[in-house]
């Protein structure tokens, strides 16, 4: 082992030790390797000839598809920008992404190369122990070799590896495409387990295994912290409705867990986070994760909000808790100009903006995934307010079409009830109540049928609720434009809607003050333009009148790009054509329907975009459009 001899070891396929000769798959091997192990152990087990258990290394891989027809194509430019900024990198280092052979990766050669893919893979990959990783490149480097072994293929990637929180991690981008031209498709098992055991392994090895008093430690440690914890995850994972057993016994050798289980769920108790209701059994509150998360972040936060605050050179009064909770009971919109947004953890997908509010308070709100606050750029004037966690569109029908038949769901059933169902479509509800059935909220019969609860929407309901937390916050842009630009803009803006909603009483500070100011100039601008009534008043005939007046300078603009007329889309009646992009003014945002030698200009709703360049109806009444794409089944994007 003095270096003369050095030689690397590579296996072949692996076989059969049965002697049939027959392949073994490693996502089969992955499979049953996941049922022999405890995987609430913190890892995978490996015995010794000692009554000792080691364990290998934690890592969290999270694996997004990303489509890229219709807006998928700009929005990874998006993302591949995002992963490779500056402020990201390890300090005094320049953003930048890497890969196979590559220490600086050209994004946009790598953009143009996957134009024409189905699909590309997102990846963040968290070792638990990153910081002690000497190079987290060549980490990542051997995770795509041993991906690329499993899946046999090569694989066309980029990564960035980001050192902005308190764990280092690594982001990866994969086209979707095999060596041979094929599109890759990687196998639900291996994205669930592979991928995690391929970068515990790798780190484990780099590392060493972690024993298991060292694993009981670490556990032990976290039964009286108030912040989310791995305790609190497997609890969660394990709970049916909320309510978890622990009672009984997780493994073999693993008492040890339950125990600090039983421990952590009378802590929970002492927070108010969780309930005794029987021998062993615990509910558990249904913000337990984000009250958890917000208790253990809210030192980060206070230091990251007044770190805004100074570097926007804002003073601002404080009369409350300058964190908004928007799950509070008595929690109530906000309504302010945007002073930053940023990252709170990329690996979480956790994201937040200040807001300089009308109240003259400075106010934090965690906004959840970042695709939340993708629009959202400083000076922009938003509202944030409490989420509605309702049923889905699908859960009522679900739930209606079992309610017609003793409690049972079908895709036939659907079928008779629906003639125009696409079976796309019905497709779509029997993955929603797989997703519910996972959580203890349907149950599967052997015929394919589903048995639903009576109270089925009621627990819709609380399992969306269970999942806002990537959705914390209902976000609306009441502008776009600064505030300074908004009394001479040409069109509807949010100070229009204020002077016809009326003055509000009480005293202003800070932003409500440049508000109050603002509205007094847009006043007079109003005024010497004619639009307010005889008693100096706007009214719904002002705002109309100044949404045409805006959608006219628009159509003018786009009549010479299209080389058609415009026409101006009616208060009642049907629509069609292709809806061929869509575009910010200041009414508003709004989807440009292309006939054969006209166009038309309709308000934009969030699901029209993936029906981006295709054909299709509508019925119109005032603001309220329900499309339908040709040769498919209609939805109302209201």
Known sequence: MNG???????????????????????????????????????????????????FSRRAIVKVNLVKMGGQGYATQKLHLDYIRRDSAAREG??????????????????????????????????????????????????????????????????????YDTANPHTHVVIRGVRDNGKTLIIPREYISHGMRDAAEHLATLELGPIAQIDVAKKLAGEIH?????KLDRDLLDRSVNRIVDVSANLAEGMNWQTRFEKGRVKALAKLGLAEKVGFGKWRLDDNLERTLRRLGDRGDIIKAYHRVLKQSSLERSSYSDPVYDSAATLAKPVTGRVVKTGVLDDVSDRTYMVVDTVHGEAIFVETGRAQNIAD?????????????YSPKQSDYTIADIASKRGGVYSPSAHEMSDPSAREEFIKAH??????????????????????????YLKRASAYEKARGFGNPVKLDILARSPLQELPKTIGK?????ELRAGSHSGTYEGFGEDVEAAKIQRRQFLMQRGLLTDKGSVTEGTLKALEKLDLDVAAKRLSTTLGKAYMQAPQQGQISGTYREAIVRPSGKYAVIEKSKEFTLVPWRETMDRNLGKSI??????????WTLNKARGQSIS
């Open 430 to 455: 029997v993955r929603r109540l797989e997703a519910m059935r996972r959580k203890g909220h349907a149950e599967r019969n052997s015929d394919g049928s589903w048995q639903i609860p009576r109270d």
């Open 4 to 54: 003369e001899n050095d030689f690397n070891v590579r296996l072949g396929r692996i076989y059969s030790p049965n002697g049939t000769g027959r392949f073994v798959s490693f996502a089969g091997r992955v499979r049953r390797a996941a049922q022999n192990s405890s995987r609430s152990s913190g890892g995978r087990v490996k015995k010794t000839s000692s009554a000792e258990q080691l």
């Open 225 to 229: 912290k108030e912040r989310f914890t």
């Open 617 to 626: 109806s509508g019925t119109m009444k005032g603001q309220t459009i329900s």
């Open 493 to 497: 803006t949010w100070l229009d809607e």
């Open 376 to 388: 959202i750029e400083t000076g922009m004037i938003v509202k944030a307010g409490p989420q509605s």
């Open 93 to 162: 280092d320049k953003g930048s992404l890497f890969g196979r052979d590559e220490v600086f990766a050209d994004a946009d050669e790598f953009h143009q190369r996957g134009k024409d893919d189905r699909h590309q893979f997102r990846i963040i990959v968290s070792p638990e122990d990153g910081k002690e990783i000497g190079d987290l490149r060549t980490y990542t480097r051997s995770l795509m070799s041993q991906m690329e072994r499993d899946l046999e293929t090569k694989l066309d990637w980029v990564a960035a590896n980001h």
